[in-house]
């Protein structure tokens, strides 16, 4: 910063912020961004850089829609990066005694599909949190009928309708409805005054392409939430926190739950690493994130994916540090986050992990 402006800087009104000098990061995402969204053909991009525990920076780059800029205010589809607060929804109920995440849930709900199998009985929110239950991902993939395809607990199996399965448990248990209970465990104590599963007035003008042709009035567990970059990255602060719940909690959101990388694939990751011989993979779902440990370094992220909306975010619990990536356009491969993330946190190993 020039003398000058150290000069008035420090004789102006305490309550002024000094303008911030950029990141070496920030700078280079201000020269490379606006070429990757034409390569990649992203309409816009929001990014939240979380340092020391804190928020350090925000950007936005692109359009909301063509003509209008995206902004700190835009809302953008989570698309699968809803499934971690769904599961701070779980885990605070869990905490506050209102459920126990091993408890059965057919005595509360039972889809009508698979009521005649006795399968449903083996079902809990844990198994749901990390993908366990034996359902597909989505019914339409089962010709639009909820089945099993293997008997829940047995191995993992990425599914978005074992997460609407645990929130209609929810609703069930505690005789709220879904979107109250985030609103009320997660989103107020938080100071998420931008996120909601379900339309509400204030997403008028504000909602990142692409925008549903008919208004949904029903909540997803698993998709579509609609957020902004800094309420999500306060809802990653409040995780890396562990608030509202207890470190056993904590603990268990955060452990891999069945190793998804094999002896050979972790061989295959670590030719990257500058100490190939002492290097190792593994990587599996918690409860509500996927966690991959590369050496002694724990990594926890989430990525989404929808046809034309691609998210991540991910953060280092020992080091206070993350970022969340928001997209607007297809980002097929996604080649824009992957650039962008290799800006934050150029590690060849845990890239390769990256799904």
Not at 72 to 87: M, R, V
């Amino acid at each position: 910063m020039p003398r000058l402006s150290v000069i008035l800087c420090l004789l102006a009104v305490p309550t002024l912020a000094c303008a911030q000098t950029k990141s070496p990061a920030q700078l280079l995402l201000d020269q490379k961004v606006p070429i990757y969204l034409k390569a990649f053909n992203v309409t816009g991009v929001a990014i939240a850089s979380i340092e020391n525990g804190k928020i350090a920076w925000t950007a936005y780059y692109g359009d909301r829609v063509p003509g209008q800029p995206a902004m700190a205010n835009t809302l953008y589809s989570l698309a699968f990066l809803t499934k971690p607060i769904t599961a701070e929804v779980a885990l605070r109920l869990a905490a506050a005694g209102k459920i126990s995440l091993d408890e059965p849930i057919y005595p509360y709900w039972t889809d009508p599909d698979i009521a005649d199998n006795s399968w449903n009985k083996l079902l809990t929110p844990r198994l749901c949190l990390s993908h366990q239950t034996g359902f597909p991902n989505w019914r339409y993939q089962t010709h639009d009928h909820l089945t099993f395809l293997c008997e829940p607990g047995r191995q993992t199996g990425y599914s978005g309708e074992g997460y609407d399965y645990l929130a209609h448990f929810l609703e069930q248990k505690t005789g709220q409805p879904f979107e109250q209970l985030a609103q009320q465990y997660v989103f107020d104590p938080i100071g998420m005054q931008d996120t909601s599963y379900t339309p509400q007035t204030w997403w008028n003008n504000r909602q990142a392409k692409p925008v549903e042709s008919a208004p949904r009035t029903k909540w997803c567990a698993a998709d579509l939430l609609r957020s902004t970059v800094t309420d999500y990255a306060n809802f990653m602060l409040s995780v890396m926190r562990n608030d509202r719940i207890s470190s056993e909690l904590a603990n268990e959101r955060l452990r891999i739950t069945r190793n998804l990388t094999s002896p050979e694939e972790s061989i295959v990751l670590c030719e990257s690493s500058s100490d190939p011989v002492h290097c190792h993979v593994s990587s599996g779902f918690g409860l509500g994130w996927n966690i991959v440990q590369v050496n002694d370094q724990r990594i926890v992220d989430h990525n989404g994916a929808d046809a034309d909306v691609k998210t991540f975010a991910f953060f280092i619990p020992a080091e206070g540090r993350g970022a969340v990536i928001f997209t607007n356009g297809p980002d097929v491969g996604h080649q824009l986050i992957d650039k962008i993330l290799a800006i934050f946190y150029p590690n060849p190993v845990y890239a390769g992990t990256l799904w």
